[in-house]
């Protein structure tokens, strides 16, 4: 099994920074994929920022520019530092690990993830 845990959220005014970190622990042979998504209320869950193993990263359009993600593959973390951050940031920020398992040539995925935390961006 494995658990991931997320850390670092909290309240800050419009033009802060806020740091989240997230660790994948447990029965683990490699993480293909490792990022973060958020849910405001009401609305869907949607893709912040994402780190493969191989290095390429992907971020949604909205973020991209104030956010950064970092992946420490050794260690199954990643984490997100947001800067800038703004009243539409508000939400509850998830951590997703993409993991691996099988042999080489019958490799099988699975996604986990972690329980949220919450963002607030508010004067």
């Known amino acids: 099994q494995v658990q991931v845990v997320e850390s670092g959220g909290g309240l800050v005014q419009p033009g802060g920074s806020l740091r989240l970190s997230c660790a994948a622990s447990g029965t683990i042979r490699s993480i293909n994929v490792m990022g973060w998504y958020r849910q405001a209320p009401g609305k869907q869950r949607e893709m912040v920022a994402l780190?493969?193993?191989?290095?390429?990263?992907d971020y949604a359009a909205s973020v991209r520019g104030r956010f950064t993600i970092s992946r420490d593959i050794a260690k199954n973390t990643v984490d997100l530092q947001m800067n800038s951050l703004k009243p539409e940031d508000t939400a509850v920020y998830y951590c997703k690990a993409v993991v691996q398992y099988g042999p080489v040539g019958r490799t099988y995925e699975d996604d986990y993830w972690g329980q949220g935390t919450q963002v607030t961006v508010s004067s």
């Open positions: 780190k493969a193993s191989g290095g390429s990263t």
